[in-house]
């Protein structure tokens, strides 16, 4: 196979100067642009906007299609999700006036707790129905249409979002929760699609690091945006939490619109529902027969999902609520002083990834996840211990600096640990798998906040909880043993994986006649019979 580095071709991967690599296969992105019917073409006047998302793959310098879709997607994810931390606040301030206090009663709980009980529901609801979603992305080909599905219903409910009143701020809450449920099923869908770009753990973690970096790069911007607008003008927290809601619906739907129509490709149904099993049976039997599998197969990939039970994977959403709840109650800040805590943690973000990109490189991936939870842990602890009310709300500015750093080194890190650990052939299962350890007991934190403060007890205390639960998950990542000898065990399953989806995918007539025609330019580079056998010999299993 040959890989080039600089010019776009109309399949989806882009190239440039030559450069033979006859062991390299390709990715099933790869295959998927290479025999995708592009029925529904980007129209060459709007080729333009994909520019500043594409990311070239560090060792081929090449452009794929589905790259470039995921930083998309990262990006219109990162304002709505932001933007709930302006809509919350909002809602606990509406709410207060109603009830006339934020320690009064309403619908059985005290108004302060209405955050973490909301993230509660949509985490509860989401780890109870993963594995019928894991099972429609597995056993149909309708995994692009779910991804396209739920990124509609995030952006039609954050729209709901904007008739946000005194009148309306329960429907606002709901929907909210809504939100947060299909939030949580978009990114299951999406991260189906991230072990698809690559089997190389270099790879990954450039990508990983890049797509973080887009996404808060975007979100930098997103909120700079609120914060000069709030401080400049006499809005409200009201109004402010609006033109954040409003603002973020705009990117979102800009964003999610144009990776799912032009750029995420179809997959291939791959696995038959087994005959007497319908797909919820099948979910739940799945879930059951891999966890099985891992925990009796892949020590290490079972040490770290059960490190995923205590760590903040789901979407940040459980410490959002928490955060949120803490800045705006204990600490007495407004809206606007909120978006500027934020402003802080996503430019610090973006060093972060930076910091995650280099570290998977110079000590692995996990030992790099194991580094940045330190870090967010140590930060969590910092403002628990020194924050004691709005006379120290200064502080929190610092501290976010430090989360900021820590949240941009997690997060790439663990998902390039992942796709290392999950072995090739199994990741769209185990993947649901990891997905599903994300998710059961991601509500647990915002539980104990909930009771905490039911009871009384200081939030100080509940914002601190969050870092007990990052170093019990750090703790559980010390069992997985050596990292690059997991990582190796799994890799020997990459050529069936890759032959298995041409075979499904019908696409091994259109990459080895795409692979042909390259080579037809280089074949004065071709000297002898051997290295003609070698290259056809990878062309079968590509």
């Known amino acids: 196979m040959v890989d080039s580095n600089t010019t776009t071709t109309d399949d989806g991967v882009t190239s440039g100067s030559p450069v033979a690599t006859l062991e390299r296969k390709l990715s099933i992105s790869e295959q998927a642009s290479a025999s995708s019917t592009r029925r529904i073409a980007t129209p060459s006047f709007l080729k333009w906007f994909q520019y500043p998302f594409r990311i070239k793959n560090c060792n081929t310098g090449a452009y794929l299609e589905e790259a470039t879709a995921q930083a998309m997607d990262y990006c219109g994810r990162g304002p709505i999700n932001q933007a709930g931390s302006f809509v919350g606040s909002a809602i606990l301030r509406l709410a207060a006036t109603e009830a006339g206090g934020m320690n009064k009663i309403m619908y059985g709980i005290k108004v302060s707790s209405l955050l973490t009980v909301g993230n509660m529901i949509a985490g509860i609801t989401?780890?109870?129905?993963?594995?019928?979603?894991?099972?429609?992305?597995?056993?149909?080909?309708?995994?692009?249409?779910?991804?396209?599905?739920?990124?509609?219903?995030?952006?039609?409910?954050?729209?709901?979002?904007?008739?946000?009143?005194?009148?309306?701020?329960?429907?606002?809450?709901?929907?909210?929760?809504?939100?947060?449920?299909?939030?949580?099923?978009?990114?299951v869908c999406v991260m189906a699609y991230l072990p698809d770009l690559s089997h190389d753990t270099n790879e990954m973690g450039h990508y990983t690091a890049m797509f973080m970096t887009r996404q808060y790069f975007c979100q930098g911007v997103y909120t700079s945006i609120i914060v000069i607008i709030g401080f400049t003008t006499s809005i409200n927290d009201?109004?402010?939490?609006?033109?954040?809601?409003?603002?973020?619906?705009?990117?979102?739907?800009?964003?999610?619109?144009?990776?799912?129509?032009?750029?995420?490709?179809?997959?291939?149904?791959?696995?038959?529902?087994?005959?007497?099993?319908?797909?919820?049976?099948?979910?739940?039997?799945?879930?059951?027969?891999?966890?099985?599998?891992?925990?009796?197969?892949?020590?290490?990939?079972?040490?770290?999902?059960?490190?995923?039970?205590?760590?903040?994977?789901?979407?940040?959403?459980?410490?959002?609520?928490?955060?949120?709840?803490?800045?705006?109650l204990f600490v007495g800040m407004t809206v606007s002083e909120i978006s500027l805590v934020s402003l802080c943690m996503l430019f610090a973000n973006i060093p972060g990834a930076m910091i995650s990109r280099y570290m998977c490189k110079k000590?692995?991936?996990?030992?790099?996840?194991?580094?940045?939870?330190?870090?967010?842990?140590?930060?969590?602890?910092?403002?628990?211990?020194?924050?004691?009310?709005?006379?120290?709300?200064?502080?929190?500015?610092?501290?976010?600096?430090?989360?900021?750093?820590?949240?941009?080194?997690?997060?790439p890190s663990q998902r390039t640990t992942v796709v290392a650990l999950v072995p090739k052939g199994q990741e769209t299962e185990i993947m649901g798998l990891v997905s599903f350890f994300g998710q059961i007991i991601g509500w647990l934190p915002s539980l104990i906040f909930t009771v905490m403060n039911e009871n009384g007890i200081n939030m100080r205390w509940g914002i601190g909880m969050v870092s007990f639960f990052l170093m019990l998950s750090l703790l559980c990542t010390l069992m997985c043993g050596d990292f690059h000898k997991a990582a190796e065990s799994v890799a020997h399953t990459s050529d069936t994986y890759l032959n298995e989806f041409a075979?499904?995918?019908?696409?091994?007539?259109?990459?080895?006649?795409?692979?042909?025609?390259?080579?037809?330019?280089?074949?004065?580079?071709?000297?002898?019979?051997?290295?003609?056998?070698?290259?056809?010999?990878?062309?079968?299993v590509a």
Not at 140 to 161: E, F, N, P, W, Y
Not at 165 to 172: G, H, R
């Open 503 to 540: 075979r499904r995918s019908s696409t091994n007539g259109v990459v080895h006649e795409k692979i042909t025609n390259e080579e037809q330019t280089h074949v004065k580079d071709v000297q002898s019979q051997a290295q003609d056998d070698q290259y056809d010999d990878v062309v079968e």
């Open 363 to 411: 000590i692995n991936p996990l030992n790099s996840f194991r580094a940045a939870e330190l870090l967010f842990a140590s930060a969590t602890a910092l403002i628990a211990g020194t924050v004691t009310g709005p006379e120290k709300k200064n502080l929190v500015y610092i501290y976010s600096f430090m989360i900021g750093i820590g949240f941009g080194w997690m997060f």
């Open 126 to 187: 989401a780890g109870v129905t993963l594995p019928l979603v894991g099972a429609l992305v597995d056993h149909t080909d309708h995994r692009k249409a779910m991804g396209a599905i739920s990124a509609a219903v995030v952006v039609a409910c954050a729209l709901g979002q904007l008739s946000l009143s005194a009148d309306t701020w329960f429907i606002v809450y709901i929907l909210g929760i809504i939100l947060g449920y299909f939030f949580i099923m978009h990114q």
């Open 238 to 328: 009201v109004q402010t939490a609006k033109l954040g809601i409003g603002l973020a619906s705009c990117i979102g739907t800009i964003c999610f619109g144009y990776a799912w129509l032009f750029l995420f490709r179809k997959r291939p149904q791959l696995r038959e529902v087994p005959e007497g099993q319908s797909l919820v049976t099948t979910g739940f039997l799945q879930l059951w027969s891999t966890s099985r599998v891992v925990f009796g197969q892949h020590h290490a990939l079972k040490w770290f999902m059960i490190s995923l039970l205590w760590s903040p994977e789901a979407g940040a959403g459980t410490i959002l609520a928490i955060a949120v709840t803490f800045l705006t």
